[in-house]
């Protein structure tokens, strides 16, 4: 039976290629001994993280040159779903030839991402993030582990859910990388919120440093200043290149002159663009009536660059060739 007629074809294209592969195909899957660390010369780690929630778990194998501090080999044995497969699968890769302090950049994003097929779509669907953060936690325990120090000491961010283990950063980044507008999205691709519920806002069972609906919020009043700053900058006529410049002269030529030229049988058309000394010369050429008209020399002529001036760019002259 295909997969299409189990769980309905639909399911199976929110998963990247890169994702089926590695659930089918795991690279890292297995466990190291005692005695294959030592062949390879260097210290064996084995590190537990569970989220009870959920049900899934992982047991992550590093073997660690001490001198070095570099992982020399990584596996790891998983409970949990195929998504959890290959995101460990990934996350194990990643580990291999790095120090452990390296390692511990990585990000549960840095591996949904190193699962994509292309950098604009997305390897899983929101429901099953909560793999990739897993994934991520699991080096924090092991590089505590190899560190004898606790876990959270290796925290460098703020936790907003601590039941998934959802750090600041990461909910922030999630929010603009996929444009989320409401908590219940936010849920669906991290998994923050999705338990305990007291990181959503203030009143659940224990008090939290930041709430996500107030994350959101101010998230989302950075990418409106942002987007309303891009966008003035857009308009922005002596900042544009000489493309941007051809593109908005356009624009404005048939918004505000071409719709008067035409009534009067006219056109014009832009042969070229120049830049010198801070100006922008436009070479316009007259069609139909306005070809040898005597006022398209001089009042035609003033009309276009005062529209010109006054939309666009004091800085532009209208030349007539």
Known sequence: MAKADLIGGTLWEQYSQKVNDRMTNPRFLGEITEDEASKLGGRLVVSDYGAEVCGDAIRLFWVVDEKTGRILAAKYKTFGCGTAIASSDVMAEMCVGKTVDEVLKIT??????????????????????????MAYDVIKKAAALYKNVDMSSLEEEDIVCECARVSLRTV?????????????????????????????????????????????????????SERMR???????????????KHKALEKMLDEKVRPALIRDGGNLEVVDMREQDGRTDVYIHYLGA????PSAQTGTQIFIEQILH??????IRVVTV
């Open 108 to 133: 549960n994003l840095d591996v949904e991402r190193a699962l994509r097929d292309d950098d604009s779509t997305a390897a899983i669907p929101p429901q099953k993030m909560h793999c990739s953060v």
């Open 172 to 224: 922030k980044e999630v929010i603009r990388l996929n444009d989320l507008k409401t908590v219940e999205e936010i849920t669906h691709y991290t998994k923050a919120g999705g338990f305990c519920k007291s990181c959503i806002r203030p009143g659940g069972h224990e008090a939290r440093k930041h709430y996500l609906v107030d994350v959101l919020r101010e998230v989302r009043e950075e990418m409106e």
């Open 230 to 244: 891009e966008h003035a900058e857009e308009r922005d006529f002596g900042k544009m290149n000489l493309i941007q």
């Open 290 to 293: 306005c070809n040898g008209c």
């Open 310 to 315: 006054k939309e666009l760019d004091e800085h």
